[in-house]
């Protein structure tokens, strides 16, 4: 595991700069020993970071962190009456989450040489697994960080978020570079891009995988959620950095667009007219071979994905490793042996009956459609295809129709339950997406569900179970219960095989 390593000591004067002024000073140049918007974690000689949250707001917590032993304040400018007359050095700025990602990374300066950041609504996992799993058959140090945690030399610490806060990712990225750790493959969600989680990190690769609709309870439009993404290219990728696109999709092709008026290098990839150009996939038993032209000329491999939409996230991974000086037939070689990311179209067989069982993250609309058009090409004649899937609670309410309405349409049967309920009422969201998809079987309990499912299974019949892939819980009433829908499977499988 990664050691918690001390802050270093930084002096008040040399966090003053052009966008953080110092208001109101009660003793000369102190030392600062951290910083944390978390009053809860303020120790002495810390600062504490007065950040406006979507419940909280961080200036109502000024005087737990004083009490704490918090020496100063970094706060927005426009609170600054709100804590003049507060018994601490008083620093202003009009961003503050982005002055804690500079305040930090002074703090802890340490960074690899390479630092990829991968963003879009699907793939990001799947992206990031694969170049892990080439640079280890490269024989090189590298780290992953995103929604499977973070992953180095065999180990694996869990995270809360897809992208941790600055502090957070700061630390662990410092302590990665002292362990030798030179390549690190970033997710950066929309959440993390727009909090400036990441702007302080010299990021040399943006990729963008792809958008569709997901975190509009957040971002309220698709195009606020695309002007996020976006900021990974436009204000966070370093001025010699390498743009990665999937230009199949329109708003890849925007960025595109961008990266090239901007005078930003960039590489395409996709089905279409790109510069890594995926021709042809040819379906085996075991495996398939895939024919791509890069850069116009012809190249081909075999690798043990079926799904398009896996295809394309591994030569996206390919692409990254090439712009990196890999040469492109040792990638070629290394990548026949990669396997799927754990929850990302993982096939569970159930023999007795030759049916198959699918486990997949999909909880967005369009990352449901594409695994049951996927599956729908790889079912029998004789096979029925069955999905089940519910949707999580505290999130973008409008798409939960959207994904009703392609499980409906693209599944011969459907079975609604429950996901992740959060704070919300389970059955006010159970009923929101019965409402658009009449004949299918409600079961609240997702264990429940999942073993009644898999008990209909028939001869060649395939069933996607969505929405948590990897996760090892249900969140409900904001406590985490012990849940994993592959255990569950297997023991549904168990119990009938018996």
């Not at 043990?304 to 394309?312: P, V």
């Not at 890999?326 to 990302?344: S, Y």
Request: proline content about 2%; overall charge positive.
């Amino acid at each position: 595991m990664l050691k918690e390593k001390k802050e270093l000591t930084l002096l008040l004067t040399k966090i003053i700069n052009r966008d953080i002024s110092l208001s109101k000073s009660i003793e000369s140049n102190p030392k600062i020993t951290g910083i944390d918007f978390d009053s809860r974690k303020i120790k002495k000689g810390m600062m504490f970071a007065a950040i406006n949250g979507k419940t909280n707001n961080g200036i109502d917590f000024c005087d737990k962190a004083l009490k704490a032993g918090a020496n100063s304040i970094l706060c927005n400018r426009k609170d600054l009456k709100k804590v003049f007359k507060k018994k601490a050095n008083i620093l202003t700025t009009n961003n503050v989450r982005l002055s804690v990602s500079i305040i930090i990374k002074k703090l802890f300066p340490k960074q690899p040489k390479n630092i990829v950041a991968i963003t879009g609504t699907n793939g990001k996992t799947s992206i990031a697994f694969y170049l892990k799993g080439i640079w280890k058959a490269a024989n090189v140090s590298s780290a992953s960080i995103g929604t499977l945690g973070i992953i180095y030399q065999n180990k694996k610490i869990p995270l809360n978020l897809t992208t941790p806060d600055p502090i957070t990712l700061h630390k662990r990225v410092d302590e990665l570079k002292s362990k030798g750790i030179n390549n690190i493959v970033l997710e950066a969600s929309s959440h993390g891009i727009e909090q400036n989680r990441i702007d302080a990190l010299r990021i040399n690769r943006a990729v963008f995988s792809n958008l569709s609709r997901d975190h509009l309870d957040y971002h309220q439009t698709l195009d606020s959620y695309f002007k996020a993404k976006k900021r990974l290219f436009s204000d966070i990728l370093e001025t010699n950095g390498l743009a990665i696109v999937n230009n199949d999709c329109k708003y890849g092709r925007k960025i595109e667009s961008f990266c090239k008026r901007k005078k930003i290098k960039v590489f395409t990839y996709g089905t279409k007219k790109a510069d890594w150009k995926i021709n042809k996939v040819f379906f085996c038993k075991s495996f398939s071979k895939v024919h791509i032209s890069v850069l116009e000329k012809s190249y081909s491999f075999k690798c043990r994905f079926f799904a398009c939409y896996q295809i394309e996230n591994l030569v996206c991974s390919m692409l990254i490793a090439y712009s990196y000086n890999f040469p492109l037939k040792k990638i070629i070689k290394w990548v026949e042996k990669i396997k799927e990311p754990p929850g990302r179209l993982e096939k569970i067989n159930f023999k007795s009956n030759k049916s198959a069982i699918y486990i997949d993250y999909a909880h967005t609309p369009e990352a449901l459609k594409i695994n049951l058009t996927q599956l729908r090409e790889n079912l029998k004649s004789s096979g029925r295809l069955k999905v089940l899937f519910g949707c999580g609670g505290d999130r973008d309410i409008g798409k939960r129709a959207q994904m009703a309405k392609n499980a409906s349409n693209l599944a011969d049967e459907v079975y609604i339950t429950d996901d992740n309920p959060r704070y919300e009422n389970p059955k006010k969201i159970r009923d929101q997406i019965s409402l658009h998809c009449k004949k299918a079987f409600v079961i609240a309990n997702r264990k429940n569900a999942i073993k009644f499912a898999i008990k209909k299974l028939e001869k060649h019949d395939i069933l996607l179970v969505a929405g948590k892939g990897h996760e090892k819980f249900q969140e409900i009433n904001g406590k985490k219960y012990s849940f994993d829908d592959k255990e569950v499977v297997r023991d549904a499988i168990r119990e009938i095989e018996v």
